[in-house]
T-cell receptor
Framework: EADIYQTPRYLVIGTGKKITLECSQT?????MYWYQQDPGMELHLIHY???????EKGDLSSESTVSRIRTEHFPLTLESARPSHTSQYLC????????????FGAGSRLTVL | AQTVTQSQPEMSVQEAETVTLSCTYD???????LFWYKQPPSRQMILVIR??????QNATENRFSVNFQKAAKSFSLKISDSQLGDTAMYFC??????????FGTGTLLAVQP
C-alpha cells in the first residue's frame, strides 16, 4: 500500500545526542517536506526537497539538516539535540505543484531531556 | 506574504448537528488552492477537502462542504451530521505560487455524544 512512513514514532533522548528521524514514501513523489509542530499549534515548514540532491530550508529556522539521496527517503538529522528541539516532526510528500495535496506521515514526537 | 487565519481555537458540537469552522487568508495571487486538513488525536493528518480558486462552485465531499468567498478571502468548512470520529484538529491551508503550503493555527473540534 502506498504510504509515507516515519520512524521512530516517539523518542526520548538526552541533551547533546545526535538523532536522525527517518521518513520514507512509496508513492514515487518528487516533493518531500518536513514540518515542525508544537502541541496544539500550527505547522511550520523547516525543510523541503523537490527531488534527489535538492534540499531547501523552510520558513522556520531550524538547526536540523536533511538529505535526499534517494527519491523515497528524506531523513532529518539533529547533530546535538537540545530541550528546545522538543516537538513533533511531520514528514509529508506531494506528487506535483499547484494542487499541492500533501500526504503526511504519522509524525515523530521528540523529547529532549 | 500570504497568511492564513483561523480565529476559533476550539469548537464543540453535538453529535448529528452541523458545525462551521472559519478560515480567512490574505494573498495578492489570483490562482491558488485552499485546503482543509484533519488531524485526529495521535493519528495521521489527512486531507478533508480542496478548493481551486478559479472554480466558483464550492467543493463538497460527502458530509463536508466549503463556503468559498474569493472576494472576501474567506474559506469556511461546514461539517453536517457530525460524528464522534470527526473529533480532531482542523487546519486550513493555502497553496500558491511558491508551492509551499501555509497553514493556519488550527481549530480543535470536539464532537459531543
Amino acid at each position: 500500500e502506498a504510504d509515507i512512513y516515519q520512524t521512530p514514532r516517539y523518542l526520548v533522548i538526552g541533551t547533546g545526542k545526535k538523532i536522525t528521524l527517518e521518513c520514507s514514501q512509496t508513492m514515487g513523489h518528487d516533493k518531500m517536506y518536513w514540518y515542525q509542530q508544537d502541541p496544539g499549534m500550527e505547522l511550520h515548514l523547516i525543510h523541503y526537497s523537490y527531488g534527489v540532491n535538492s534540499t531547501e530550508k523552510g520558513d522556520l529556522s531550524s538547526e536540523s539538516t536533511v538529505s535526499r539521496i534517494r527519491t523515497e527517503h528524506f531523513p532529518l538529522t539533529l547533530e546535538s539535540a537540545r530541550p528546545s528541539h522538543t516537538s513533533q516532526y511531520l514528514c509529508a510528500s506531494s506528487e506535483g505543484f499547484g494542487a499541492n495535496v500533501l500526504t503526511f506521515g504519522a509524525g515523530s514526537r521528540l523529547t529532549v531531556l | 506574504a500570504q497568511t492564513v487565519t483561523q480565529s476559533q481555537p476550539e469548537m464543540s458540537v453535538q453529535e448529528a448537528e452541523t458545525v462551521t469552522l472559519s478560515c480567512t487568508y490574505d494573498t495578492s495571487e489570483n490562482n491558488y488552492y485552499l485546503f482543509w486538513y484533519k488531524q485526529p488525536p495521535s493519528r495521521q493528518m489527512i486531507l478533508v477537502i480542496r478548493q481551486e480558486a478559479y472554480k466558483q462552485q464550492n467543493a463538497t465531499e460527502n458530509r463536508f462542504s466549503v463556503n468559498f468567498q474569493k472576494a472576501a478571502k474567506s474559506f469556511s468548512l461546514k461539517i453536517s451530521d457530525s460524528q464522534l470520529g470527526d473529533t480532531a484538529m482542523y487546519f486550513c491551508a493555502f497553496g500558491g505560487a511558491t508551492n509551499k503550503l501555509i497553514f493556519g493555527t488550527g481549530t480543535l473540534l470536539a464532537v459531543q455524544p
